[in-house]
């Protein structure tokens, strides 16, 4: 008897304090560290991993923080449920890079309920309540685009130029980005045609097939640019397109890639790439400089936006290659 009365105050106990609840009644953390669950897209390129990567060297153990960190294989339905997840779990700020820009009210609105502050790292989301994010980390895609243009205006002048588009992710902000900045100047000059859009879905693998497909079809087509939303993608394009007898480089095929990784700058050392855009992966310490500021009780900026470069072979060095972190 004495022992059920004991069960019972302590039953009673935990249940006042709202801790130790069964499965699903939210974690007992049974420290002081600050607990952040990142729901990431996936592991589809360099850029990807360099960008988890990079997370994980911040939210460590020694630096104060419990992380708990979910890779969505590409899928928005996995990040739904890991955000869903983390809600249970009661952690105390979430992480979001998002695959595509929209589908995210209902699950934000639920976080947001439980007083879950959540940080957009990489894209954006489109809503019409910016209040469903407390703020957002990452690139200027469409900036990354104009630089790419720029570089196309400058190379090709009025000479006709047969572009070939592999897009990224459709639906993802990199690129609706990167699209809209290549379309928007295709539209201004006459001498640029897009001759097909392929969707590469930012991997070396679809790239690669969706490549081979269209110069299967089209064989011997004159093309003077493949505009690859990624590294990854690049690198399935240039194989496509030496197999099917094209040169990369000067004196053959511009191909121009975003992200700027260490493997496609060495390949832009060699002039297979002409043109490397950046795209910084290195995303962590802005996101742990968020979480101090909220912790510090100081409200964020909404947006940044991390400065971006662009690189061709005429300037690259070998000393900059290896001073690449990523
Ligand atoms: O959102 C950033 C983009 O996503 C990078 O360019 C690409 O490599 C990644 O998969």
């Known amino acids: 008897m004495r022992r059920f009365v004991i069960f019972l105050l302590t039953a009673a106990l935990l249940l006042t304090c709202g801790c130790a609840g069964p499965a699903g009644d939210g974690e007992d953390w049974e420290d002081d560290l600050i607990v952040v669950g990142v729901s990431q897209v996936g592991a589809e390129s360099d850029w990807r991993v360099a960008n988890s990567e990079s997370i994980k060297a911040v939210f460590t153990e020694e630096n104060g923080y419990r992380l708990l960190f979910e890779d969505a294989k590409q899928q928005q339905e996995n990040q739904i ?57 990452g690139s200027d895609f ?15 002048g009025t000479e006709p130029v047969n572009i070939i588009h592999l897009q990224g992710t ?23 045609t897009i001759l097909t859009q392929l969707d590469g879905d930012f991997t070396q693998a679809k790239a690669y097939e969706v490549m ?4 299967a079809q089209e064989r011997g087509v004159d093309i003077q640019v493949v505009y690859c939303e990624n590294d990854n993608e ?3 394009a240039i194989e496509a397109l030496e197999e099917y007898g094209y040169t990369c480089g000067p004196e053959g095929v511009s191909v ?53 470069s662009c690189f061709t072979w005429q300037e690259l060095t070998q000393e900059q290659i290896e001073a690449r972190p990523y």
């Open 256 to 308: 121009i890639s975003f992200d700027a990784t260490r493997t496609c700058l060495t390949l832009c050392l060699e002039q297979k790439i002409a043109l490397a855009v950046e795209c910084n992966p290195l995303l962590g310490e802005l996101a742990e400089e968020t979480i101090q500021t909220l912790e510090a009780g100081d409200t964020p900026e909404k947006h940044t936006y991390v400065e971006e």
């Open 212 to 215: 081979c497909q269209y110069l």
């Open 81 to 137: 449920s890991a955000i869903r997840k983390f809600i249970q779990q009661k952690v105390d700020y979430i992480i979001l890079m998002p695959i595509s820009e929209t589908g995210w009210d209902s699950v934000l609105q639920e976080a947001r309920d439980a007083g879950i502050p959540v940080i957009l790292v990489d894209r954006m989301i489109e809503t019409e309540d910016d209040s469903l994010y407390t703020a957002h980390i």
């Open 234 to 236: 690049a690198y399935g």
């Open 170 to 192: 459709l639906g993802s902000t990199a690129q609706i980005g990167r699209t809209a900045g290549l379309e928007d100047a295709v539209a201004r000059h006459s001498n640029w």
């Open 142 to 156: 469409r900036e990354e685009a104009e630089m790419a243009v720029s570089w196309m205006e400058e190379t090709y």
